[in-house]
T-cell receptor, first 112, second 117 residues
Framework: QKEVEQDPGPLSVPEGAIVSLNCTYS??????FMWYRQYSRKGPELLMY????GNKEDGRFTAQVDKSSKYISLFIRDSQPSDSATYLC????????????FGTGTKLQVIP | GAVVSQHPSWVICKSGTSVKIECRSL??????MFWYRQFPKQSLMLMAT?????????EQGVEKDKFLINHASLTLSTLTVTSAHPEDSSFYIC?????????????FGPGTRLTVL
């Protein structure tokens, strides 16, 4: 079993839709949770960074972490064609330098 | 701020040759840099962790004699793929640990696409 599971998609939605992206994980020691966006043939860029359980909102993006269920989500409101990319979840243990474990990424396509 | 560059962005080489990829943090100092490899439709796989002034730490299954990493300064790390073969063709991405104070925040370079003929 992989430490982090993420549906690879692809996920196609119409412009303006609410998008829900999810990851599950098995390591209960994970404390820091990130979402990265990666356009084709580019390096990932950090979208959201959260610590422990709870919600965090930044513009059209909302990240949720439920540590009891080992489940994290990224919601995108009013999705735009420019949101079309691969979204990677990532997580790590607490404190100092730790190896970051990535999900496989979900490919999202927002259709105009 | 927190910009990481990679050079070259794209390289094609013949089998058996060596290729060097540079990773630079442009506006911050990075004591720790990471090298990842990403195959099509797969996630980033950590190859090694590079600390300035010391030997790199390689992940299990990564040949340290094949993938030479040098972190000569706080802003530069290099990955040399020695005696490259077609199976080494991949997207190589580096990242640098940020100085924002947030644990484990990494800033990624744009990646280098290596094609070995």
């Amino acid at each position: 079993q992989k430490e982090v599971e993420q549906d690879p998609g692809p996920l196609s939605v119409p412009e303006g839709a609410i998008v829900s992206l999810n990851c599950t994980y098995s390591n209960s020691a994970f404390q820091y949770f990130m979402w990265y966006r990666q356009y084709s043939r580019k390096g990932p860029e950090l979208l959201m960074y959260t610590y422990s359980s709870g919600n965090k909102e930044d513009g059209r993006f909302t990240a949720q972490v439920d540590k009891s269920s080992k489940y994290i989500s990224l919601f995108i409101r009013d999705s735009q064609p420019s949101d079309s990319a691969t979204y990677l979840c990532a997580m790590t243990n607490s404190g100092g330098y730790q190896k970051v474990t990535f999900g496989t990424g979900t490919k999202l396509q927002v259709i105009p | 701020g927190a910009v990481v560059s990679q050079h070259p962005s794209w390289v094609i080489c013949k089998s058996g040759t060596s290729v060097k990829i540079e990773c630079r943090s442009l506006d911050f100092q990075a004591t720790t840099m990471f090298w990842y490899r990403q195959f099509p439709k797969q996630s980033l796989m950590l190859m090694a962790t590079s600390n300035e002034g010391s030997k790199a730490t390689y992940e299990q299954g990564v040949e340290k004699d094949k993938f030479l990493i040098n972190h000569a300064s706080l802003t530069l790390s290099t990955l040399t793929v020695t005696s490259a073969h077609p199976e080494d063709s991949s997207f190589y991405i580096c990242s640098a640990e940020g100085t924002s104070g947030r644990n484990n925040e990494q800033f990624f370079g744009p990646g280098t696409r290596l094609t070995v003929l």
